[in-house]
């Protein structure tokens, strides 16, 4: 097996056209005979690069509207034919094969066919079956054939024959690998499509295809090791350009997009800052810099190098308030000159802008892997409303406490369980997260706000599920509550009730629980 293949034959058939002339110019230019079919052989020919259609080489015309063109023996045996066995080189010479060394194929376009709604016959018509099948003969016979399967790959094989004359063992094995990846994530979206369609939320065999965006230095630990991948374009890290700063890490990520996630629940100018995936202090206001105050009021200190997310345009105003302490991300939709500008001076923080805040009424999927396998559950993309609500005490909650419920509850969706936050005037005055009790989450809640100065008295309470015991909405009741939102559920719930009735506070039932763990 010889190291260096060089390339006399190629076969060019792509969908995406980016770069197609030139690199065809520049194959044409070393005497490389171009093969090629329908559009890609008209825009060679158009551009002035010679090429013979693949129905001329082999003798056999397309049929079927096209849907066979490259399924034969003289371009299947050229590109899988083994140069270095002599019986594969007799049958290719007594059948007229021709070898074929550099295979250039990107498919059909099927996902964009899908992004934009098509009809499901269209979207059929744009399952690619003679691609697939040309990419992995190519890639399995790396040994002498190179494949590319995206323009990307190009200039590295263009600049292999400058420098070698044909292409490296080395840089086959690695497109042959990137060449299955793709077949691999085409035909995942091709069978999660089918899957939707035939209403199967999770199929026998479920199947995850993602594009690295990111190696990242470490995971959460020095230890470990991380990438990041994007799997599809809902708004958010993955689609964020990230305009200052040093690299994102492993944690960065994690936490800007739980940031990011929460701040989406709200339509009015909202402020969330996230701490180790948790929010410190969420807030909504008439605009976004009254958000940032109240938000940083909750929780000044875990704020201190803290994930930073708005819903709304970056201004300067605001830009000035969140640059007088120590953040690591700022995420938002946009950000105007002035905000970038003073920005500037913080070399260290890092600033993304999504171009959108994501629906956070989108469907999609959360996975968690566990040993040996992985779990899938649906987004937590469930919006309890007032309407549906329950009023289970005496007194009713009023329209101002409403409000604040709906808010709160909001935020409880996106903080560890157990979850209980104490909110106001819509912003959050305390927040407990991740203890193994709620009574604790409520104590830790209430000294939160009490240390930041906040006054608790008539604020709302919102519970993540509900309360096992009167316990933790009685700590609650002491710390300032005078109104509650839990899902409810308890085989205690009547004692839960008698203890706000006794109180005289008002609580409702959502019948909708938020857990995250």
Request: hydrophobic fraction near 45%; include cysteine; charge should be neutral.
């Amino acid at each position: 097996m010889t190291d260096i293949v060089t390339i006399r034959r190629a076969l060019i058939s792509v969908s995406d056209k980016t770069g197609l002339v030139e690199f065809a110019k520049a194959l044409a230019a070393k005497n490389v005979e171009i093969l090629s079919t329908g559009g890609s052989a008209k825009a060679l020919r158009d551009a002035g690069v010679k090429v013979k259609e693949v129905s001329d080489h082999t003798g056999f015309p397309e049929i079927l509207d096209g849907r066979v063109k490259t399924l034969v023996p003289q371009i299947h045996g050229g590109i899988l034919g083994r140069r270095d066995l002599t019986e594969h080189v007799a049958q290719m010479k007594a059948h007229d094969i021709a070898p074929i060394d550099l295979v250039a194929v990107n498919l059909y376009p099927f996902e964009a066919t899908v992004a934009r709604g098509a009809a499901f016959e269209d979207c059929v018509e744009n399952i690619d079956i003679g691609g697939p099948a040309l990419i992995r003969a190519a890639a399995k016979n790396h040994d002498f054939v190179a494949v590319l399967t995206q323009p990307e790959h190009y200039a590295r094989v263009l600049a292999e024959l400058a420098a070698h004359g044909g292409t490296t063992l080395a840089t086959r094995k690695a497109l042959a690998g990137a060449a299955y990846a793709r077949t691999s994530a085409y035909d995942s979206a091709i069978s999660s499509w089918f899957a939707a369609q035939n209403n199967e939320a999770y199929p026998a065999i479920f199947t995850v295809a993602g594009s690295l965006k990111q190696t990242l230095r470490y995971g959460e630990n020095p230890h470990q090791t991380a990438a990041f991948y994007s799997t599809t374009p809902r708004f958010g890290v993955a689609t964020a350009t990230q305009i200052q700063g040093k690299e994102l890490s492993y944690n960065n990520l994690n936490d800007t997009d739980a940031a990011f996630e929460c701040v989406a629940e709200f339509a009015d100018p909202t402020i969330v800052i996230v701490k180790h995936a948790n929010p410190c202090g969420v807030a909504t206001a008439a605009n976004i810099a009254d958000a940032w105050d109240a938000a940083l009021a909750c929780d000044s200190v875990s704020a201190f190098g803290g994930i930073v997310a708005l819903n709304r345009t970056l201004d300067a105003a605001t830009a000035t308030k969140i640059a007088s302490i120590f953040t690591e991300v700022i995420i938002a939709p946009d950000a105007s000159d002035e905000a970038k500008a003073i920005l500037e001076k913080k070399k260290n923080l890092r600033l993304l802008l999504t171009g959108g805040v994501p629906d956070a009424n989108d469907a999609g999927n959360t996975f968690k892997s566990i040993a040996g396998g992985f779990l899938v559950q649906g987004r937590d993309n469930g919006h309890s409303q007032p309407a549906d609500w329950k009023t289970v005490t005496k007194r009713a909650p009023t329209p101002s406490e409403i409000a604040d419920m709906v808010f709160a509850f909001r935020v409880c969706k996106h903080v560890k369980s157990n979850a209980i936050i104490y909110a106001k005037n819509g912003a959050t005055l305390g927040i407990g997260a991740g203890q193994m009790n709620r009574l604790d989450s409520a104590r830790i809640a209430a000294w939160r706000g009490q240390a930041a100065g906040l006054d608790l008295q008539n604020c709302v309470v919102a519970s993540d599920a509900f309360f096992p015991f009167a316990d933790g909405l009685q700590a609650a009741i002491a710390a300032g509550a005078s109104c509650v939102v839990q899902p409810g559920g308890s085989i205690r719930d009547a004692e839960v009730i008698a203890a706000a009735d006794e109180a005289g506070i008002a609580m409702v039932f959502t019948n909708m629980r938020h857990f995250r763990h």
